[in-house]
């Protein structure tokens, strides 16, 4: 259960993060045999929002995004391996149907996310850092058209924050303090928080849960308080804004008769210190003239 929770979290994340870019599948069977693909993306706008950093240059092209919780294992490596070329295959046969070539920017990278990789690993694949690309990124030979991407092993800037959440321990805790710090009218801190709340809840359904989880948990609580408290006083502020909008209105109509459109949608738009100034200077109107006035 913890495995498909947290499976289900990074589908529903990466997902959430590419759709205005691109056509996103998750959950994507591509044989008969059920070999299901974590993330399918393909790119729709050549614009990627630059706030996604280092997971908008992998959206870039077509790809396959296989995040793991647990360190991936060879296994892991190459049944991710067989389910690019299994897309590969498929791309190939539709190409040809069409009797046109694939082309080369429509054959879809696989990036495998891994919290830790072992060196043995990153041999045993013959894996190679790129200098346009930056440390914990591992390019396997070109054909296989595969990186790994070792997530404690990112440089912590805000390039890597989107990929580092997906990481675990010390890496997504850290990622969580970068997240908190970003400034409220940031366009992917709302959806990453709910998405991060929305896992701490399941995981706290579950009977029996790890230290690693307890901890990611309690890291969270205090960040869920603030963010209810907020839409509580928020709504308390909408609140009160429309029944000090709706008393004005009552009175500038008792006075004036029918106001227009634009007037009304004015006076709503106002703030409650801007109402209560109107609240006061209506006493002094003696037609929406002087009302006009005012509002200008």
């Known amino acids: 259960m913890t ?18 870019s691109g056509d996103v599948k998750t959950s994507l069977d591509v044989t008969a045999e059920t070999l299901e693909i974590d993330v399918f993306f393909r790119p729709t706008s050549s614009k990627i929002q630059p706030e996604l950093g280092l997971l908008g240059k ?16 060879i296994e892991g490596i190459i049944a991710c391996l067989s389910k690019l070329l299994t897309v590969r295959e498929q791309l190939q ?18 990036w495998i996310l891994t919290p830790t990789a072992s060196q043995r690993i990153i041999t045993a694949f013959s894996g190679q850092l790129n200098p346009d690309w930056g440390e914990g990124i591992y390019f396997l030979a ?59 809840r399941n995981l706290q359904a579950l009977p029996k849960r790890t230290q690693e989880e307890r901890k990611f948990i309690m890291r969270l609580a205090p960040l869920y308080e603030q963010d209810r408290e907020k839409a509580i006083q928020q709504g ?27 007037i009304t949608e004015t006076i709503q738009k ?5 109402l209560e100034d109107l609240g006061e200077a209506l006493i002094d109107f003696e037609t929406q003239a002087d009302l006009i006035n005012w509002l200008n």
């Open 3 to 20: 495995r498909f929770l947290w499976d289900k979290f990074s589908k529903d994340y990466l997902e959430t993060f590419l759709a205005s």
């Open 58 to 73: 992998l959206a870039q092209t077509p790809c396959l995004l296989e995040p793991y919780r647990n360190p991936v294992t």
């Open 93 to 110: 046969r539709e190409a040809h149907r069409h009797q046109q070539p694939l082309l080369a920017e429509n054959i879809p990278r696989l």
């Open 142 to 200: 070109p054909a296989l058209t595969t990186s790994l991407i070792v997530l404690h092993q990112l440089p912590e800037t805000p390039q890597t924050l989107w990929l580092r959440l997906l990481g675990r321990g010390g890496t997504r805790s850290r990622a969580i303090d970068e997240l908190e710090a970003l400034t409220p009218h940031h366009p992917f801190k709302s959806a990453s928080l709910k998405l991060l709340y929305n896992l701490s």
């Open 236 to 262: 308390e502020a909408i609140g009160l804004q429309k029944e000090a909008s709706k008393l004005v209105l009552r009175q500038l109509k008792r006075r004036f008769g029918p106001l227009t459109p634009h």
């Open 270 to 274: 106002l703030s409650v210190e801007k």
